[in-house]
C-alpha cells in the first residue's frame, strides 16, 4: 500500500501556519507533481485560495468543529481527493493529544510534525496559556519562531522548548523570512573553570546544554547541589544518579533531571538525600541515554542541607 505523508502543522491563529504551507508548496516547490490536500481547521489572516491550489493539483478542505476531525471525514476526503500527500493544518487552541491518538486513514502517516510561534506573542501566550503551547511543542520535530529581531531571547525560547521536547529542531526566522543562525546567549556559568560552579538557578541551563552537547563538557570538572536517586534494586551497583526535581511547564509536569554517576561507594549515600558533588564529567555510552551522554565520576562528595526552594526551573 502507498504510504501518504501527512505534515501536521500547529500553533496558535497568526502564528504563521498558512504562509509556511505557501511557501512549501509554492516557493519551495513541494506541491509540484503531487496531489495535494490541505486540511484547514481555522480562518486567519492569510487564506488559501483554491484557484490558486488547483495550479499544484490541490484541493482545500475546512474543518471548523473539532468533533468534526474523526477518521471517518478524513477517510471521505481520501477517497474523494486521492491525495499523494496532505498538509493539516490544526487548531491552535485544540488539543493536540486526540488527533495524534486518531486511528487514521489506510496509508496516512504524520512524517512532520511542525510548530510555529510568533516570537513577538510567545511570552505574553507563555505566561497565559502555557499548557495549551507546552501541548503543540511536545509533539514537534521542528519549532519555528518567526519574526525575530535582534532583541529576540533567543536562548530563553530554545530552553523553553528542549525542556519539554529535547529532540525537537529549533529553527529562528527574521522578520524579513531569512534564517538566524547567530550564536546564542553565553552561559551563566564560566564553562573555561578549573571546577565548573552550577548554582541552583543555573542547573536546568546546564543540564540542558550537557545533554545537547557533552563533548562540550568531556574531561571537565564540575559542582553542583544534587538530590540523589538511588531506588534499592532498581540501579547497578556503583551507580547513582544525582540531580534535580525540575518544573518544565506546570506542577503536573514536575520531573527528575539527573546525571549518571558512577561512584564505587554509591550504595552508602542514601535515596533521596542531598549533597555537594564534584566530579568529573566523561562523555561516554551509557544504555542510559541510548548513545553518548554525560556520565560523571566523583571527586568529592559532601552531605548538605535541602535548599529552601527545592525545585529548578529552565527559564
Not at 490541490?58 to 478524513?74: C, P
Not at 551497583?237 to 520531573?255: H, N, S, W, Y
Not at 539527573?258 to 555537594?276: L, M, N, V
Not at 544504555?287 to 529548578?312: F, M, N
Request: hydrophobic share 40%.
Amino acid at each position: 500500500m502507498q504510504e501518504i505523508p501527512v505534515y501536521f502543522f500547529t500553533g496558535f491563529m497568526d502564528s504563521g501556519k498558512t504562509s509556511l504551507i505557501h511557501e512549501t508548496l509554492y516557493d519551495n516547490g513541494f506541491g509540484q507533481d503531487a496531489r495535494n490536500l490541505v486540511i484547514c481547521c481555522e480562518d486567519g489572516d492569510v487564506e488559501y485560495e483554491e484557484e490558486k491550489l488547483r495550479t499544484i493539483t490541490g484541493h482545500l478542505a475546512m474543518i471548523e468543529n473539532q468533533e468534526d476531525l474523526t477518521k471517518e471525514k478524513l477517510e471521505a476526503l481520501n477517497e474523494a481527493y486521492h491525495p499523494d500527500q496532505v498538509f493539516l493544518e490544526y487548531n491552535g487552541t485544540w488539543e493536540v493529544g486526540p488527533f495524534l491518538e486518531m486511528e487514521l486513514p489506510a496509508g496516512w502517516t504524520v512524517i512532520q510534525s511542525l510548530a510555529t510561534v510568533d516570537a513577538h506573542t510567545f511570552e505574553m501566550y507563555l505566561a497565559n496559556m502555557r499548557t495549551m503551547m507546552m501541548e503543540q511543542f511536545f509533539a514537534a520535530d521542528v519549532v519555528i519562531f518567526n519574526r525575530c529581531n535582534e532583541d529576540t531571547p533567543k536562548a530563553k525560547f530554545r530552553r523553553v522548548v528542549k525542556a519539554l521536547n529535547r529532540k525537537a529542531q529549533i529553527v529562528y526566522e527574521r522578520e524579513d523570512g531569512t534564517i538566524d543562525e547567530g550564536d546564542m546567549e553565553e552561559l551563566p556559568f564560566d564553562i573555561t573553570a578549573d571546577v565548573i560552579d552550577i548554582s541552583d538557578a543555573d542547573y536546568g541551563i546546564w543540564y540542558l546544554d550537557a545533554m545537547d552537547d557533552p563533548k562540550k563538557y568531556d574531561k571537565k570538572k564540575v559542582r553542583f547541589l544534587a538530590l540523589v536517586y538511588r531506588p534499592d534494586n532498581k540501579l547497578k551497583r556503583g551507580v547513582l544518579v544525582p540531580g534535580r526535581f525540575a518544573m518544565t511547564c506546570c506542577e503536573a509536569d514536575i520531573q527528575f533531571i539527573g546525571f549518571k554517576c558512577k561512584y564505587d561507594r554509591a550504595e552508602t549515600i542514601p535515596h533521596r538525600s542531598w549533597i555537594d558533588i564534584t566530579a568529573e564529567i566523561r562523555c561516554e555510552f551509557a544504555l542510559e541515554y541510548h548513545g553518548k551522554g554525560p556520565v560523571l565520576y566523583p571527586v568529592s562528595i559532601q552531605p548538605a542541607s535541602q535548599p529552601e526552594d527545592g525545585l529548578v526551573y529552565f527559564s
